[in-house]
């Protein structure tokens, strides 16, 4: 089996002095897909947060190690820089920088070299054809005046051009129509294929997981991870939901 490239133990994490995670261990290997489910308000995005180092997460137990480094206390940057994406479930406007430049910035920091703009932008319009996005999205503010299914394409065109070595996708498909989340689908098919890197699903619906190979499902309740199992596990909760585990 391979070394985990994502190894939480014992994880607890208090927000606002509540304990909201309960000793949470998850082990993801290179180029799995895992999926984490559960009801409103059962610490899924809480999770996504803290592995990131979101200063609003403390962590007051365990461990959280990524690619056989302990990046626990690690600051958000430097995750991300190590090949750690997180895609939000509400991504903000950031009016004054575009979508284009706000992508080349964050690759020449990851890298640590300038990238050449013709090379950039000619990777930039395969990304945007990708996700049927008009080439003039590249050009404009970062999500300002972008509906809800534009703003999670542009997620997922950060995540192909940065290419991490593990992503995790916050309730990507929330709020998208069906062709949205077919148009996001093919995206993150796009980085398995090309990337395979890992992938951590944060989701209520499981209309986006229909094309890719599911290793394990994990069901938060309560801050919990109170089962896992194969991909059996998300039919038999959209046919009966969470409540045998509540």
Same mark, same amino acid.
């Given at each position: 089996?391979?070394?985990? /490239? +994502? ?13 909201? +995670? ?84 964050? /690759? ?53 051009? /940065? ?12 709020? +998208? ?21 890992? /992938? ?47």
């Amino acid at each position: 089996m391979s070394a985990s /490239l +994502l190894e939480i133990k014992d994880l607890c994490v208090n927000v606002d002095e509540k304990e909201i +995670l309960h000793d949470i261990n998850l082990s993801v290997n290179p180029g799995e897909v895992h999926v984490l489910m559960g009801p409103n308000g059962a610490g899924k995005s809480t999770l996504g947060f803290a592995i990131m180092g979101n200063p609003r997460y403390t962590i007051t137990n365990g461990s959280v190690c990524f690619d056989g480094e302990d990046i626990t206390e690690e600051s958000t940057d430097k995750k991300a820089n190590k090949g750690i994406y997180l895609s939000f479930q509400n991504p903000i406007e950031v009016p004054g920088i575009s979508l284009g430049n706000f992508i080349r910035n964050a /690759l020449e920091r990851k890298t640590e070299k300038k990238i050449r703009l013709w090379d950039f932008k000619k990777k930039m319009k395969s990304a945007l054809e990708v996700l049927q996005m008009n080439p003039e999205y590249a050009d404009r503010d970062l999500n300002v005046g972008f509906s809800g299914g534009e703003k999670k394409k542009a997620e997922i065109l950060q995540m192909l051009m /940065l290419k991490p070595k593990l992503a995790i996708l916050d309730e990507t498909d929330s709020g +998208l129509d069906v062709d949205a989340v077919k148009t996001v689908s093919i995206g993150i098919e796009e980085y398995k294929k090309e990337v395979g890197g890992a /992938l951590l699903i944060i989701t209520h619906s499981t209309r986006i997981l229909d094309a890719l190979d599911v290793d394990k499902v994990h069901v938060l309740v309560d801050g919990k991870i109170v089962t896992t199992s194969d991909k059996s596990l998300i039919e038999d909760i959209n046919e009966n939901g969470f409540e045998r585990f509540l």
